[in-house]
T-cell receptor
Framework: GENVEQHPSTLSVQEGDSAVIKCTYSDSASNYFPWYKQELGKRPQLIIDIRSNVGEKKDQRIAVTLNKTAKHFSLHITETQPEDSAVYFCAAVRPGDSSASKIIFGSGTRLSIRP | DGGITQSPKYLFRKEGQNVTLSCEQNLNHDAMYWYRQDPGQGLRLIYYSQIVNDFQKGDIAEGYSVSREKKESFPLTVTSAQKNPTAFYLC????????????FGPGTRLTVT
């Protein structure tokens, strides 16, 4: 089955610097890669996603890149701010024609922004 | 709260007791999911349901049971057979038109002693 590995498990950056979180997946059939942000004590929320027909997607200070050949995808946060402190999860999803989808999550990265 | 609720937020039980976690949504979503979250292990799928009266096992279904008698509700029972039940449990739902975009509830932290 699909396996998603995420690195690093913890990341501390100075406010204003960039942060990069990397993931690899095992199932080449996966074609949708969402990223979730979970603030302390709160629910995970989708922040950005990328489909396999796209190599890069950007939304203000966050961007995702995908290398299908290498089965790598990454989250990039620029100009980090204190509110970026959270746990970030990458995930991979296979295509399917059912009304439900099984999402395989990475193990999470705890990002801390130092003032 | 985005239309998907879980209760209670914190739950304490003695070992050997079954306990049922509630998940309700008013988003008119067909699919619902239960995940378990442990430190350093991300989210793991326990059960999911595509429609009423139908559900499938996820990756870690042993020791858990679910029911889907109503579209809005997907309760999870943690049975005494679950070896390590203490965890944070998250319920989610998705719209049939966008099954891969899941909306999460606030979670229930279960502690079994």
């Amino acid at each position: 089955g699909e396996n998603v590995e995420q690195h690093p498990s913890t990341l501390s950056v100075q406010e204003g610097d960039s942060a990069v979180i990397k993931c690899t997946y095992s199932d080449s059939a996966s074609n949708y890669f969402p990223w979730y942000k979970q603030e302390l004590g709160k629910r995970p929320q989708l922040i950005i996603d990328i489909r396999s027909n796209v190599g890069e997607k950007k939304d203000q200070r966050i961007a995702v890149t995908l290398n299908k050949t290498a089965k790598h995808f990454s989250l990039h946060i620029t100009e980090t701010q204190p509110e970026d402190s959270a746990v970030y999860f990458c995930a991979a999803v296979r295509p399917g024609d059912s009304s439900a989808s099984k999402i395989i999550f990475g193990s999470g990265t705890r990002l801390s922004i130092r003032p | 709260d985005g239309g998907i609720t879980q209760s209670p937020k914190y739950l304490f039980r003695k070992e050997g007791q079954n306990v049922t976690l509630s998940c309700e949504q008013n988003l008119n979503h067909d699919a619902m999911y239960w995940y378990r979250q442990d430190p350093g292990q991300g989210l793991r799928l326990i059960y999911y349901s595509q429609i009423v009266n139908d559900f499938q096992k996820g990756d870690i279904a042993e020791g858990y049971s679910v029911s889907r008698e109503k579209k809005e509700s997907f309760p999870l029972t943690v049975t005494s057979a679950q070896k390590n039940p203490t965890a944070f449990y998250l319920c989610a739902s998705s719209h049939p038109a966008m099954p891969r975009e899941q909306y999460f509830g606030p979670g229930t932290r279960l502690t079994v002693t």
